[in-house]
């Protein structure tokens, strides 16, 4: 005589426990602490890979951007030298603060990338950084752009990515023990897929993209004391979030971003501006340029990047 198949109730209790499970793995990952503290904001970091492992690959993948027969290195001293003098005094500001040691370990390179239709800029771990020239109409100032370089240097130097990494496994060890134990239950395909569905929207919304926000918050916080020391006026990043605000349409609602709205950032940034103007009002200041105009529409033989067209500083 077959086993009894249990009745629906019983099954929907066990699938309701098992999703549990996998949800209470997911949480008990990024619960762990952190193996690291951000000097800053005191939030604990899960840093599960060395910082050599990131650096060599951020070398790697900057040197095939470099090498991208599609991206074109603007040698135009007009465009190149603001942005190699805003970074001097970025760096030289980062190794003065908390991240002292990792600054001054970095082997910095900064690269200005001409693709005057994308609005970007980047640091990697190690201290690669590029700024595309579509970035200078948002930033206007060398100010401006000291408060966008602040921000992406502290990505790279409070380890964002490698976070982001760790809590990436974490991710997938937890989707897999769920995995794991709704095969072991006799349910449908559709009901296992079903379940992972929910446990993967569980762990995007409810896990990756408030890390990603707290880490574009973090990067805002630190990045605007960094500028400030550097000599530049940090009110400049208020102003760069209100154009940004003006620029962006149809941006997706910030419970489903990975960066903050517009708005939080602005209210966050007016938040620490008087931390930020103390470092500012004894620091030697910075010349205050204008950056150079760009053209949004370049010659049809101009080489892009291949972030053609992005119209969104990202981290």
């Not at 190699?84 to 390179?109: G, L, N, Q």
């Not at 023990?177 to 379940?195: E, H």
């Amino acid at each position: 005589m077959p086993p009894r198949e249990p009745d629906v109730s019983m099954r929907h209790t066990r699938w309701w426990t098992h999703l549990q499970l996998g949800a209470y793995l997911l949480g008990m990952g990024f619960g762990l602490s952190g193996c690291e503290t951000n000097p800053y904001t005191k939030r604990s970091q899960l840093l599960l890979l060395p910082d050599s492992y990131m650096s060599q690959m951020a070398a790697t993948q900057y040197n095939q951007v470099l090498q991208d027969p599609k991206v074109t290195l603007s040698t135009d001293p007009k465009e190149v030298e603001p942005v190699k003098r805003v970074a001097a005094r970025i760096i030289e500001a980062a190794k003065r603060s908390k991240y002292a040691e990792a600054a001054k370990a970095f082997k910095w390179e900064v690269t200005v990338i001409k693709d005057d239709k994308t609005k970007n800029a980047w640091a990697m771990p190690g201290g690669k950084i590029a700024v595309y020239t579509g970035i200078f109409p948002m930033a206007k100032t060398e100010a401006g752009l000291a408060a966008i370089m602040g921000h992406e240097v502290i990505h790279a130097l409070a380890q964002h990515g490698g976070e982001r990494m760790s809590q990436g496994l974490v991710s997938q060890f937890g989707m897999t023990a769920a995995a794991v134990a709704l095969s072991t239950q006799g349910f449908s395909p559709q009901m296992n897929q079903l379940a992972m569905q929910a446990l993967g929207m569980g762990a995007q919304v409810g896990v990756l993209l408030p890390f990603s926000r707290s880490h574009e918050s973090e990067a805002d916080y630190v990045g605007v004391l960094l500028a400030a020391d550097a000599g530049y006026d940090p009110r400049e990043a208020i102003h760069i979030w209100q154009r940004m605000a003006e620029a962006s349409q149809g941006a997706p609602s910030e419970f489903l971003s990975t960066h903050p709205a517009h708005e939080t950032r602005i209210a966050d940034l007016q938040k620490w501006m008087p931390e930020a103007l103390a470092l500012y009002q004894p620091a030697p200041k910075a010349p205050v340029n204008d950056l150079p105009l760009i053209n949004p529409s370049p010659p049809a033989n101009t080489k892009a990047s291949p972030s053609k067209g992005k119209t969104s500083w990202r981290q």
